[in-house]
């Protein structure tokens, strides 16, 4: 009797514990059917959106590149340029007045004044985005000596001059190439006083004579046009009228310091300076200061664009220095737009 019951007490323990486990196994799975399904329709939706934002990326960036392949066009165009000085480059710099790249698309060429060496990636950067739309960028300073601003002082150079001249001059060429640069501006000022020296803006290399003592400067600016070749720009700026005739052929363009002129006082350059050297009325820039002279900015438009149109082009173009205190005050270079616009109007 103990045996049997012994027994049914096992069959029964052993029926509830197969009971209990088919009730685990046929228990149904508890699933978020809505939260699944919303899920999808995000992802989708999203799937969707995603697309359409990089289709407008790439229509945006297929139209950009359009519109700087039409600025390089514009820009290899025979029409009178827009030329500046920019001081203080530093493209993280505060405010607008530090960077390169806020200069309006339609600027021909940009001379940079100082923070031209040891270039930052980012200067690298903004440098490439304002050459990708055609806008020049070149470097220039003041030469009296050889070797100024590169290695200073005469016996840092060879001991021969003409030597000593070759050398420096593809110094200079080697620095433009390193860096990209698009040329060089002759800062040229033998008839300016100098405010660091007693007497001019002269010395070994620059002569200080109008008329005499020109033959080794004659070889810098000779050596200079040969080693940047055909495709890069070579300016003069400051003293044109005391540039030897002989060596005005090396230059692309001659950058006249007109500052606070007028229409009389560009006709004066003009005569005087062809009376020099016989250049073409296209290779002169008339220039403005804007260097602490607010009211030199708003006048600059009517009087030297002004100029340019009633000439029907036949100048060179205009420039500024100090271009970019037309970015002060969120002008955004409110008067140099204007000029652009005058001397070359928009086609209707």
Not at 49 to 71: F, G, T
Not at 148 to 173: F, L, S
Request: contains cysteine; aromatic residues 12%.
């Amino acid at each position: 009797m103990n045996m049997r019951n012994t027994i049914f007490a096992f069959i029964g323990t052993a029926l509830l514990v197969s009971f209990a486990a088919c009730d685990d196994w046929t228990s149904p799975e508890k699933l978020d059917v809505e939260n699944e399904a919303v899920g999808d329709l995000y992802s989708k939706r999203d799937s969707v959106k995603w697309a359409e934002e990089d289709k407008r990326h790439k229509e945006n960036e297929v139209a950009y590149e359009k519109y700087l392949e039409n600025l390089r066009a514009y820009k290899s165009t025979k029409h009178p340029i827009m030329f500046g000085w920019f001081n203080a480059w530093q493209p993280d710099g505060a405010g607008k007045y530090p960077r390169l790249s806020l200069l309006p698309d339609s600027m021909d060429v940009v001379s940079i004044w100082g923070n031209w060496h040891s270039l930052s990636e980012e200067k690298i950067k903004e440098l490439r985005s304002v050459q990708a739309k055609g806008t020049k960028v070149i470097i220039g300073w003041i030469i009296e000596d050889i070797g100024d601003q590169i290695k200073w002082g005469r016996d840092q150079w060879p001991a021969d001059d003409t030597q000593a001249i070759k050398e420096y001059a593809q110094a200079i060429v080697d620095t433009i190439n390193k860096y990209g640069y698009d040329g060089f501006d002759y800062d040229y000022e033998p008839s300016y006083a100098s405010p660091f020296k007693p007497g001019n803006h002269c010395g070994n290399l620059t002569s200080c004579s109008r008329d005499y003592n020109k033959e080794k400067e004659i070889l810098f600016m000779k050596t200079m046009r040969e080693l940047l070749g055909p495709d890069k720009l070579f300016h003069l700026n400051g003293s044109i009228h005391w540039l030897d005739p002989r060596a005005a052929q090396y230059f692309d363009r001659f950058v006249v310091q007109s500052y606070s002129g007028s229409a009389s006082s560009f006709e004066r350059w003009t005569n005087d300076i062809q009376n020099r050297l016989n250049i073409k009325p296209e290779q002169l820039v008339f220039t403005e200061s804007f260097q602490n002279k607010p009211g030199a900015r708003s006048r600059f438009p009517g009087t030297y664009a002004g100029y340019v149109a009633s000439k029907q082009g036949n100048v060179g173009g205009i420039g500024v220095f100090h271009i970019n205190e037309d970015a002060f005050e969120d002008e955004a270079y409110v008067n140099i737009r204007k000029a652009i616009s005058i001397m070359n109007p928009p086609v209707k």
